[in-house]
């Protein structure tokens, strides 16, 4: 699968592969997480959310990794299918705040059949 | 499920007219936040409201306001419209104040003209 340590703005994956989205979060004090997938003209999707008191949560065929030391989020997904092909946001919220998100660059994914 | 509805999904205006977008959020959530999305770019916060009084506040322009209303509906009004106006325009609702699961509608579009 494809495997990328930094940010990249687009990510090409071949269909069953696994890819892996990388996202590197501002402030230390965000203490809580949350994935989005969005398509084209459509408002982005909750995918998979994680608290800072964990490092690993899976949910259907994503699978989200938290590492608070070098305050990076990864975003995890088993066999791509083509319906995976969308733009991916990172969003940090600090909990006990407001609840404003603040997104991280996004991610193109793209699969090719 | 019931999602967040946005109202209308596309707008036309020309420069200096006024425009009000609506956003009705899921049933039994009480937070509502609004977030511009330019071409190619992450979604920015504007202005949240919890239990119909405003919560936070980012970087929305003295020339838009909003409001939640009794039955948690809110409304962006936008006047003395720019053609830098243009974008996506998110609603998010959430329960309890704190963003937790965050949900997002399929937005409006709003092109000035």
């Known amino acids: 699968g494809e495997s990328v340590g930094l940010h990249l703005p687009t990510l090409s994956v071949q269909e069953g592969d696994n890819s892996i989205i990388n996202c590197a979060y501002s402030?230390?004090?965000?203490?809580?997480f949350i994935w989005y997938k969005q398509e084209s003209g459509k408002g982005p999707q909750f995918i998979i959310d994680?608290?800072?008191?964990?490092d690993k949560r899976q949910g259907q065929r994503v699978t989200v990794l938290l590492n608070k030391t070098v305050k990076h989020l990864s975003l995890q997904i088993a066999a791509t299918q083509p319906g995976d092909s969308a733009v991916y946001f990172c969003?940090?919220?600090?909990?006990?705040?407001?609840?404003?998100?603040?997104f991280g660059q996004g991610t193109t994914l793209q699969v090719k059949p | 499920a019931a999602g967040v509805i946005q109202s209308p999904r596309h707008l036309i205006k020309e420069k200096r007219e006024t425009a009000t977008l609506k956003c009705y959020p899921i049933p039994r959530h009480d937070t509502v936040y609004w977030y511009q999305q330019g071409p190619g770019q992450d979604p920015q916060f504007l202005i949240s409201f919890y239990e119909k009084m405003q919560s936070d506040k980012g970087s929305i322009p003295d020339r838009f306001s909003a409001q939640q209303f009794s039955d948690y509906h809110s409304e962006l009004n936008m006047s003395s419209l720019e053609l830098g106006d243009s974008a996506l325009y998110f609603c998010?609702?959430?329960?309890?104040?704190?963003?937790?699961?965050?949900?997002f509608g399929p937005g409006t579009r709003l092109t000035v003209t």
């Open positions: 402030n230390s004090a965000s203490d809580y």
């Open positions: 998010a609702s959430s329960y309890g104040g704190q963003g937790d699961e965050q949900y």
């Open positions: 994680i608290r800072s008191n964990m």
């Open positions: 969003a940090e919220n600090i909990s006990g705040n407001t609840g404003k998100l603040i």
